[in-house]
């Protein structure tokens, strides 16, 4: 059953939303002047049905939630969240998956706080002063900064097909160097740079490891920690890295009759995560956009502004019918015998107050884009009044 309409943040309560009731076209984001002049406005229930009608047939399950303004409109579990020979049962709308990239733009949100209460740091300082002391640091790397890593034009040296980065990766990465130095502002997408804010943030902090702490968990729990504090935490959600019980299970599209992705240890992060790792309902990356985009709880508004307007964080955004559609897309798959098997996931802001998330349990093959998907969906979703 969908949702009821639940507030998400409280202080915007007094903002003035005109939503239907369950039988009618709810009708949203459209001005005064818009219905004077007869301007096509939103329609969250057309919204809702695009994303049903185009994730339905694509995915064994799905879950979707859609927030106006820091309202939480609509949720809902489609298909299944586990299929034979796994014990089998239907998507719920708390199931937290794994949300793979989407954890980008929660790192990114956890720096730009840290930046923000660090006033000796800006987004153009080096990184180099917060590399650990006992890494070899390439002179190159003084010339790389916290922007050229959410934008992800640092310039290193990424071993193709490398998507998991321990600590011992980013060391060698950093002794290394930047190996392209005319790579800014030419962009190359790696995890290695959101995983890197798993190291630095400790050194920012000044925190040291606890007794007989060995490095890797000393950084992991760190940065978790602040991550959950200044992220999660004022948006009331919990985020854990490892997978949760009685798990959702991840999936071929069409299905290939054999057992899903569940609790293999691969699907643990707690070592190696910032760019992925953590495990989020759609409703719990609807409430994170809610309290990101509409208060000062996370972030001040002028970081948010430089967020939204750079797109740090927001690898996948797109140009639609109504402007600039801020979006990060996620995946995170094994192939088991030829089969890609897997997970994919997006969190989405749209003009107008609209946020909104989807994570599908399955990988097709060949994959579509989630990013396009939701712009066409939201791009069809206004309504003459």
């Given amino acids: 059953m969908k949702s009821s309409r639940v507030v998400l943040v409280s202080a915007v309560l007094a903002i003035a939303v005109l939503v239907s009731s369950c039988d009618q076209v709810g009708l949203v984001g459209g001005t005064g002047q818009d219905l004077a002049q007869g301007l096509p406005v939103f329609s969250v229930d057309l919204f809702e049905q695009n994303i049903r009608n185009a994730f339905l047939n694509e995915s064994v399950g799905f879950t979707y939630a859609i927030a106006v303004q820091g309202t939480l409109e609509r949720s809902d579990a489609v298909g299944s969240a586990r299929l034979a020979p796994d014990s089998p049962r239907s998507m719920a709308v708390a199931d937290k998956m794994h949300v793979a990239s989407v954890s980008k733009t929660i790192a990114t949100a956890a720096i730009l706080r840290l930046i923000q209460d660090t006033p000796t740091i800006t987004l153009q300082s080096s990184i180099a002063p917060y590399l650990p002391s006992g890494w070899t640091v390439d002179p190159s790397v003084l010339f790389v900064s916290f922007e050229d890593l959410l934008l992800h034009q640092a310039g290193f040296s990424y071993p193709d097909g490398q998507s998991r980065f321990t600590n011992r990766d980013l060391q060698t990465m950093i002794s290394t160097g930047v190996v392209d130095p005319n790579q800014p502002p030419n962009q190359t997408y790696s995890n290695a740079h959101h995983n890197l804010l798993r190291v630095i943030v400790p050194e920012i902090l000044g925190v040291s490891p606890l007794v007989g ?16 504090d200044v992220v999660f935490d004022p948006a009331g959600v919990t985020a854990p890295v490892m997978p ?6 991840y999936y071929a599209f069409p299905h290939d009759g054999n057992a899903g992705l569940g609790l293999d240890t691969g699907w643990q992060f707690s070592e190696d995560f910032g760019a992925y790792g953590w495990y989020l309902s759609a409703v719990d990356i609807v409430r994170i956009l809610s309290y990101l985009n509409y208060t000062e709880a996370i972030v001040s508004e002028e970081m948010r502004d430089a967020m939204n307007q750079q797109e740090y964080g927001y690898w996948n955004s797109r140009t639609g019918d109504k402007g600039r559609y ?16 897997g997970v994919q996931s997006i969190a989405a802001h749209f003009p107008g107050g609209i946020d909104a998330a989807v994570i599908v349990n399955s990988r097709r093959d060949p994959g579509f884009n989630m990013a396009s998907v939701m712009r066409d969906a939201f791009d069809a979703s206004f309504v003459d009044p």
């Fill in 326 to 341: 801020q979006m990060k897309q996620g995946g995170w798959s094994y192939t088991v015998d030829s089969v890609s098997k």
């Fill in 244 to 249: 949760p019980a009685d798990p959702v299970h």
């Fill in 213 to 228: 702490e060995d490095d890797v968990t000393f950084r992991a729990r760190v940065f978790g920690t602040y991550v959950q």
